[in-house]
C-alpha cells in the first residue's frame, strides 16, 4: 500500500511548509491532483491521511481530491485518446504504443486552504 508513505510525504511537505510561516495558518483542506494512471487510491489515501494526522497539526484537515484522466497522443494518428487502464494502452485507431502520455499521471498538491 504506497499510499501511506505517498502520506507520509504529503505531511512532511505540509509541514515544512506550514513550519516556514511566521504565523501558523490553521489549514482547513488541501486539494490534491492524482492522475488515474499514478496507480493512487484516493479513498486508501483519504483513510492513511487521517489516520497519520491524528493529534497532528492536520488532525481534521479535509483532502479534496481531483482525479485526472488518462489521456495518451498518438503521433501517427495525431490524435489524443484515452488508454483503457490495465486493458490496452496503444493506439485504438492505429494500434502505435503509448508513448506521449498528455495527463494521468499528476500526483500534486494543487492549493492549501487555510482560514486565520
Known amino acids: ?21 511566521e504565523e501558523k495558518p490553521k489549514i482547513v483542506r488541501i486539494h490534491l491532483a492524482i492522475g488515474q494512471f ?5 479513498a486508501s489515501l483519504a483513510f492513511a491521511f487521517e489516520a497519520q494526522t491524528r ?12 482525479e485526472t484522466p488518462l489521456i495518451a497522443f498518438c503521433h ?6 484515452r488508454p ?3 486493458l490496452r494502452y496503444a493506439c485504438p485507431v492505429c494500434g502505435a504504443p ?12 494543487d492549493r492549501l486552504e487555510t482560514v486565520e
Not at 508513448?99 to 500534486?108: H, P, Q, V, Y
Open 1 to 21: 500500500m504506497h499510499e501511506v508513505d505517498m502520506t507520509r510525504a504529503l505531511i512532511i511537505t505540509v509541514k515544512d511548509w506550514w513550519e516556514s510561516q
Open 98 to 109: 503509448m508513448d506521449d502520455i498528455r495527463s494521468g499521471r499528476e500526483l500534486k498538491i
Open 38 to 42: 499514478t496507480c493512487v487510491e484516493p
Open 84 to 86: 483503457e487502464i490495465g
Open 55 to 66: 493529534d497532528t497539526f492536520l488532525d481534521g484537515v479535509e483532502l479534496a481530491i481531483r
Open 76 to 81: 501517427p494518428c495525431q490524435r489524443e485518446y
